[in-house]
């Protein structure tokens, strides 16, 4: 109960449901031969982190940013800038996460004197204003950031896959650099989604609450709104640039398309009101569902596609084509919000009792 | 104190003139700098053709927002789609555009102008209807339902018109340029020019000097107390949101045919742009909306010109800049 912060799932399905997701990502190295499966699972991780971070504003304060990935991107920026530039060594992580967070927790503390202090739509479009320039600006600076091509550098030493650990293939399985990374991703996530966790459980948690339930209350009672809010924004922005930073190192790799694009954003989205927004665990589930669905939904889509194709259906092909999967997933969102607002968790915790 | 009779005509509000002398003096003060004198002619018309597309697109979104509170993030998916519905005329009528006639120009581009803003409207009928009156009066269900169906619009495009750039061609007539002396002025431009400027002055009689428009502005200012007053105020706000989906509509075929060319992804793009303007104009205020595209326009040619790395950020600077002077916008209309 502690490890949690005294907030269990409180349904026995969502508890059966996140421990199932749980150990197959502890487990996929050994269960799942592959690197498409590694992948996938360290990107579950890794947007599970940066979903819960995004969680905290949308669900916890009501404040809709579009500037998440700009923090995200700043995170896989600094290790790609600092590995590429100080060699692949130790040191220029290091560097990477000295440099990169206090640039993040600034930009977020401007971001958030400048716009909190207005409704949450002023919020919403000054985010989405900045977060575009910030795109810009990191594709046009090509001397820093790579341009369009964005950065591909070495790792240390220790997490290259040419690393191995034990001489024998363990159970058939390849013990190398890239598992260490894989269990370093995991153990980073989880650490973040429990602090995130104890985060919103805290006394500082439940004034974001009221003041996402009433501003003007909360000011009332004393609390100094800006302030918790940009606070609970910096918080984010920290976390967010932190999953950047492992999505960097896991891809070994950064540029526009995989850390800054406004897909990214939309995907953020989709992955928390689907998973349920106000709930943390939303993350987990969403990230889950939204990212297998992105790597499987589309061969499925495929066959479909196809299959209408043969059957000489007008527009249909066209419509399952495995590049458009995101149309329905749209689809599914608009009908969430509408329908089931708090989402998968929100669903499964508010059952009947009987049905437990 | 002087006392007033109640024969006297009410005191006239003040004008706040300001904001509007805001672009002349931005514009005088760029000569010195820009240097020759048709270069300068060139990038004023240009910010001014550039300022007034970006006015037709904006102003159906701070209508609505002003009017009832809902700030649609799906605005750009009008702007695709109205570019995009009109490549469905000019393409197949390719022969027609391309002919050396204005006549035969006009005949194609008139009529897919007219059925992009057709579209659209029914379109803004039909996302009002399904995705903004279920979460009326909650921001972030607007926020999140309105992002929602610009995904999904995006998406139908792409399966609808594939993925790849279409190319739209100018008609001929409105190719080139006129040439006066060493300054150069595209056609086109001047076109989108004088239509912004058109469509400017009929909104702004359609809101003075209507019944309607003196109900629309009521609204903004106070929509319970119109309300009280036994209108319908929802049916004054279907019709304003068709009518600025339709002008987001023919926004996007005049950007479309401004850049010669239509992608599904000029909604988001365009979408950054006409917030910075709404925002800088002062949500609600029409005569804000017009100032803020003429200032974006103008920032980002006259950057473009003189400091090509500053124009990447420029509009952020300028809504920095307006948001220090004027917090709530240049023309703060609503109370909220």
Known sequence: ?356 | MSEIAATDALPKPKRDIAPLLLPVVLAIVMIPLVGSASSWVTLTVASLAMGMMIFIMASGLTLVFGLMDVLNFGHGAFIAVGAYVATLVLLPLASWAQADSLLANLAVLVPAALLSMGVTGALGLVVERVLVLPVYGQHLKQILMTTGGLIVAEQTLYALFGPQIIPMPLPTALRGSFILGDIVISKYRLLAMLLGFAIFVAIELVLNRTKIGLLIRAGVENREMVEALGYRIRRLFLGVFMTGSALAGLGGVMWGLYREQVHASIGDELTVLVFIVVIIGGLGSITGCFIGAILVAMVANYGGFLVPKLALVSNILLMVAVLMWRPRGLYAVTSR
């Open chain 1, 1 to 356: 109960m502690m490890i949690l912060s005294g907030d269990p799932p409180r349904s026995r399905a969502l508890s059966i449901l996140l421990v199932v997701i749980i150990l197959a990502l502890l487990a996929t190295p050994f269960i799942f031969p592959g690197a498409k499966a590694l992948n996938v699972a360290a990107k579950i991780c890794i947007f599970a982190a940066l979903v819960a971070s995004y969680d905290l504003l949308l669900g916890y304060t009501g404040s809709v940013s579009f500037a998440h990935t700009m923090f995200y991107g700043i995170g896989s920026y600094a290790i790609a800038i600092a590995l590429y530039g100080l060699g692949p060594n130790w040191t220029s992580v290091a560097v990477a996460v000295a440099a990169g967070l206090p640039l993040a927790l600034l930009l977020a503390l401007a971001i958030g004197l400048f716009s909190l202090r207005v409704e949450a739509i002023f919020f919403a479009m000054i985010t989405l204003a900045v977060a575009s320039a910030f795109l810009v600006l990191a594709s046009q600076l090509s001397w820093l950031t790579g341009g369009e091509d964005g950065r591909s550098f070495q790792l240390p030493e220790l997490l290259r896959p040419g690393t191995v650990f034990v001489g024998k293939e363990w159970f058939g399985f390849p013990v190398n650099g890239r598992i260490l990374t894989y269990y370093l991703v995991l153990t980073a996530c989880a650490a973040m989604i429990l602090a995130l966790l104890r985060v919103v459980n805290s006394p500082f948690g439940r004034v974001l609450q009221a003041i996402r339930e009433n501003r003007f209350r909360a000011e009332a009672l004393g609390y100094r709104t800006v302030f918790h809010l940009t606070y609970a924004n910096c918080i984010a922005a920290a976390v967010a640039a932190c999953a950047g930073m492992l999505n960097a190192l896991w891809l070994r790799y950064a540029g526009p398309d995989t850390s800054l694009a406004f897909s990214i954003m939309l995907d953020i989205l989709l992955m928390v009101v689907i998973g349920g927004m106000g709930t943390i665990y939303g993350a987990i589930i969403g990230a889950a569902i939204f990212i297998l669905a992105q790597n499987y939904l589309q061969a499925l889509m495929g066959i479909a596609s196809t299959a209408a194709t043969d059957a000489g259906l007008p527009l249909l092909p066209g419509l399952l084509h495995p590049d458009r999967w995101l149309l329905w997933l749209g689809l599914l969102f608009i009908a969430s919000v509408y329908f089931f607002p708090t989402g998968v968790v929100g669903r499964l915790r508010n059952r009947p009792p009987a049905a437990r």
